[in-house]
């Protein structure tokens, strides 16, 4: 069974950090390539980060890059996503997904979320 959980999320001001994790198990972690994902109510979920299988290849969003950066420890299956600078735009629910396709499609197994609010 595939289990895909992400964690850190929380509540900062807006400049601040935060590192998100996820944890995957029930796949072959390191053969896989890994995505982050965003969405606020009444909009559609958008690719934040992508990651390919080895980590020589990362993509981003325009709003986040220079801002945040996607990485991955493949003996520990889980990546990351460091997101410096937040802004109060930034606030989302963050959604980790497993084997994720370049430009963040298509999109094989989701984690449940976790919420990031940027405070002014």
């Known amino acids: 069974q595939v289990q895909v959980v992400e964690s850190g999320g929380g509540l900062v001001q807006a400049g601040e950090s935060l590192r998100l994790s996820c944890k995957v198990s029930g796949l072959t972690f390191d053969n896989l390539p890994m995505g982050w994902f965003r969405q606020t109510p009444g909009k559609e979920r958008e690719g934040v980060s992508w990651i390919s299988w080895s980590g020589g290849l990362t993509d981003y969003a325009d709003s986040v890059k220079g801002r945040f950066t996607i990485s991955r420890d493949n003996a520990k299956n889980t990546f990351y996503l460091d997101m410096n600078n937040l802004k109060v735009e930034d606030t989302a629910m963050y959604y980790c997904?497993?084997?994720?396709?370049?430009?963040?499609?298509?999109?094989?197994?989701w984690g449940q979320g976790t919420q990031v609010t940027v405070s002014s």
């Open positions: 997904a497993a084997d994720v396709g370049w430009q963040f499609s298509p999109i094989r197994y």
